[in-house]
């Protein structure tokens, strides 16, 4: 039970230094109207194929859940829940959110919606926090204003490629869907393949079409012919076309990608560092529904944002802007370390699960995988290899 009483410790130290303001703290959460990856796509065999449920769950519990290091130092936390429907609202609710004092807005919005309202936004004094958009180019654009929780395309497939590696599966078939989210996926792959020096043998497309025209790109037995590998990773956001290719490839290989092997932020059935606590208290919250990766980023970016304003006892936005970027954060995420954010491109540090649909296989950084200051900068984009976009 390690993990349900992490925060006693911080909240027994507010107590004795005192705290400096005494304030009800708004903190913005803003999502999409009517949010297509919250929608259960369901196909014609009633099989659901993306997991139901709003990740404002996961926020709705970090809140509940640092009530007792908000009341000692006084402060009453308020999540602000709003909704837009496109690009010029959500900005529209941004600016409106800042002029009313809420100096951090966690964002569950498509790697578009972030970039746009981002930008239109570098200039408020508010720090947006990007909880569910996993595209690379995010991380590249340098905005000020902007931070991640969720895990970038580079690191769940730095994770994925430290197990090959550590398994000496080193040959790799890649089969990628048609979709711009399939190849941004593939691309973070191939980056980490070329980093540990895994031989892509081929990287081929597959279609959901069904017209024997398209049969090389839509039969898994030929898509996944003539060719020697030692596993195929596929890149397939929807999830339609892997869930038919384990155990029908021409080879006996196993599969890893968009199904089979997973690579995320959290997995139900992890049960280290107090994770089945976290887990526990997450399903009786929301009736039963098991947290995901996107429920872990928005819990662990309500928890960031309490304990920065709990830690540096201010109203001044700039002073809580500095500590929750700085080294002096540390959050207990459940995954046996603490948690902060790279400053070079402010995404916040944390071990990735590598899962199937039941049970956690591995947690990356691996051993024997080291970083000059941090291993867990061997997952992601690293201080070197970074630049602004």
Known sequence: MASTFAVLPLAASLLLSGAA????????????????RYHPDVVYTRIEIAPGGNPIDGATMG?????????????????????????????????????????FIILDLP??????????????????????????????????????????????????????????WTKVLMLVGPEARDKSMAAAFRASAERLRLNIVDEREFTLATDPANR????????????????????????????????????PRLVVG??????????????????????????????????????????IAAKAVVTAYAKARTGEYQKTADYIRGNRLKIDGAKGVQLNFRPWDGQMRFPIVLATHNA??????????????????????DQPEHTCQ
């Open 258 to 299: 968009s199904t089979g092997l997973v690579a995320s932020e959290w997995q139900w059935s992890w049960d280290r560092d107090g994770s089945t606590q976290v887990t526990s208290r997450f399903e009786t919250l929301t009736d039963g529904r098991r947290m995901t990766g996107q429920d872990w980023s928005t819990w």
């Open 111 to 168: 790697a578009d919606l972030v970039d746009q309202v981002a930008a239109a936004t570098k200039d408020q004094p508010v720090t947006l926090v990007n909880a569910t958009a996993p595209e690379d180019y995010l991380r590249s654009r340098c905005y000020p204003n902007l931070l991640h929780t969720a895990a970038s395309d580079r690191m769940l497939s730095d994770a994925m490629v430290q197990l090959l590696r550590t398994r000496n």
């Open 216 to 251: 090389d790109k839509n039969n898994t037995l030929l898509v996944t012919g003539n060719a020697d590998y030692d596993l195929v990773f596929v890149a397939d956001h929807q999830g339609e076309f892997a869930r038919y290719l384990p155990y029908d490839t021409q080879l």
């Open 360 to 381: 956690v296989i591995a947690e990356a950084p691996l051993e024997g995988f080291l970083h000059e200051t941090n291993t867990l900068d061997t997952l992601g984009t």
């Open 21 to 36: 303001f005494s304030a009800e703290v708004r903190i913005g959460y803003l999502g999409l109207k009517d949010d297509p």
């Open 63 to 103: 809140v509940e859940e640092l009530k007792v290091v908000s009341d000692a130092v006084d402060q009453q936390v308020v999540l602000d829940h709003q909704e837009a429907a496109d690009a010029a609202a959500l900005v529209a609710k941004v600016n409106e959110m800042a002029a009313a004092g809420e100096q």
